[in-house]
């Protein structure tokens, strides 16, 4: 069986790919096991193990253009954006988990009757891992960084939207010369490939990023099966609050930025711009003639000048539009955009709504696309009640030159990353997951390494 793929430019299907089954799966996690068991795991030196993620990220290093054009085919991005962010920061994750693969270590402990005791972070054994299609070859790295360099061997499922850099990522893997069986990945759907991995017995423990549907579905498939450990990173609805005292040019910069790049399609994206009555006018403004910039800049990915490429599929480009009609149909008003752009493939226009109410849909759920709603507020305590109407807790900007203001707020709302005076900054080394319904667990950061590892305490008779 095989699955198509489209170029979301053009709408046009330009390669399939094999579509795995369970059985796929169950053999994937038997080579995994065994890897584990002899070359991998406890039989492998950390220092080993980074060589090994240094030495594929040199190979990444070396066919950057590469993977950033089959990026932009597969998904729309930009080429620029697709080689600086998406292949950059892949080559950063698996740098920075390649220095910690020797540096992970337990504690000794003091114990009341003198025996010695310490502790040890030990593998899982067999992770399986279950990523979307916004950012493949870095929702990848940022999975198999901390999994490898920890002593985990790998089971991986890409988005059957987007398989293709995974699958040259796996002929990488390969030329790097990790043993086989340390890494598997199985492309296929969801319900298939992804269920038998969330169900497999020999999974011990399954990180999921995907939208808070499918993770509610993975919890539930663990619990029902051998109770592995889970870690989810879902949706989000995130604020970007503006006060009156913040610097006008840069909150702009960083709201259209917080909420166009990717096109929308980041699960951080600040969607909800809340802006202080005495700045909303000249911040609509501004803010409107960077959409309008934008929406002159749409194109093809590949051609040098454009800045905002189509949505990845025609599921998404119409989940989008359904939402910019719905609000339209509920009385929100269109400030700027609105509409698809063009009639070939899935361009939708850079779309500003003012005039919502928060029971409106675009309002209260992830659009994950390239819709912002702006929203006149006066005061802080009203601004943070409102912010934090919402089942999802991923992230919140905050701008404001008055220092105690930024983080009094920022500490105030409920998510688990907050950004000051910027926007999705996003950095290998500080930790990221959601509250609320936009997550279980931590990635990035030295605090994916106990994601990845089981503590052991150990006593010792002296
Ligand atoms: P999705 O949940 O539809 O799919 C994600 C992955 O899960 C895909 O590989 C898919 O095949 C697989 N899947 C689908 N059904 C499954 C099942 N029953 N069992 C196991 N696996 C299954 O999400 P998507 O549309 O690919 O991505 C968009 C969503 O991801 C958005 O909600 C976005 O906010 C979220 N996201 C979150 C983060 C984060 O770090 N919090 C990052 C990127 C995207």
């Not at 993770?215 to 109770?227: C, F, P, Q, T, V």
């Not at 539009?321 to 361009?347: L, P």
């Not at 709504?353 to 309002?363: A, G, L, S, W, Y």
């Not at 998510?415 to 997550?439: D, L």
Request: aromatic share 8%; with cysteine.
């Amino acid at each position: 069986m095989v699955f198509r793929v489209t170029n979301p430019a053009s709408g046009k299907v330009i390669t399939s790919v094999a579509a795995g089954s369970s059985k796929d799966v169950d053999i994937a996690v038997n080579a995994a096991k065994q890897a584990y068991k002899t070359v991998w795991g406890l039989k492998c030196p950390g220092v080993t193990r980074g060589r090994l993620l240094n030495k594929l990220a040199d190979l990444l290093e070396r066919d950057m253009d590469e993977l950033a054009a089959l990026e932009a085919l597969d998904v729309g991005k930009v080429w620029d954006n697709a080689k600086n962010v998406d292949v950059g920061s892949t080559i950063a994750v698996l740098r920075y988990y390649a220095g910690w693969a020797d540096k992970v270590h337990g504690k000794t402990i003091e114990t009341n009757d003198k025996k010695l005791a310490y502790t040890r972070h030990e593998p899982y054994g067999v992770v399986g891992q279950i990523v979307p299609w916004n950012f493949p070859l870095g929702m990848i790295s940022w999975k198999i960084g901390p999994a490898l360099a920890t002593g985990n061997t790998v089971v991986l499922k890409p988005s059957e939207i987007t398989p293709l850099t995974a699958l040259r990522l796996a002929d990488l893997i390969n030329e790097a010369g990790f043993p086989p069986g340390v890494v598997n990945i199985v492309n296929g759907y969801g319900h298939t490939v992804g269920q038998a991995i969330s169900e497999h017995p020999l999974i011990e423990k399954v990180a999921f990023t995907g939208s808070t549907l499918t993770g509610r579905k993975i919890l539930k498939a663990s619990a029902e099966s051998n109770l592995k450990v889970v870690t989810l990173e879902l949706g989000g609805k995130s604020p970007t609050i503006i006060f009156d005292d913040a610097d006008v040019e840069q909150a702009v910069k960083w709201a259209a930025h917080g909420i166009f790049f990717n096109m929308g399609q980041v699960c951080t994206a600040g969607s909800r711009i809340f802006v202080q009555e005495g700045i909303y006018d000249e911040f609509l403004s501004k803010f409107s003639a960077i959409a309008k910039g934008l929406g002159a800049a749409t194109g093809d990915p590949f051609t040098p000048g454009t800045q905002h490429g189509p949505q990845v599929s025609e599921t998404q480009f119409n989940r989008v539009m359904g939402y910019i009609n719905s609000a339209k149909a509920e009385g929100a008003t269109v400030h700027v955009g609105g509409e698809r752009h063009g009639q070939e493939g899935y361009f939708i226009q850079p779309t500003i709504f003012t005039e919502t109410r928060p029971d409106m849909k675009i309002v209260q759920e992830e659009i994950f696309g390239p819709v912002a709603a702006v929203i006149k507020f006066k005061t802080e305590d009203e601004v943070v009640e409102a912010a934090n109407n919402t089942a999802y807790g991923l992230a919140c900007n905050v701008f404001s030159e008055n220092l105690s203001r930024a983080l009094r707020v920022a500490h105030s709302l409920e998510a688990g990353t907050a950004w000051v005076n910027c926007a999705q900054a996003g950095e290998v080394c500080v930790p990221f997951g959601g509250y609320k319904q936009s997550g279980i667990g931590r990635e990035l950061g030295e605090y994916a390494l106990d994601t990845y590892t089981q503590v052991k305490g150990v006593h010792v008779n002296i």
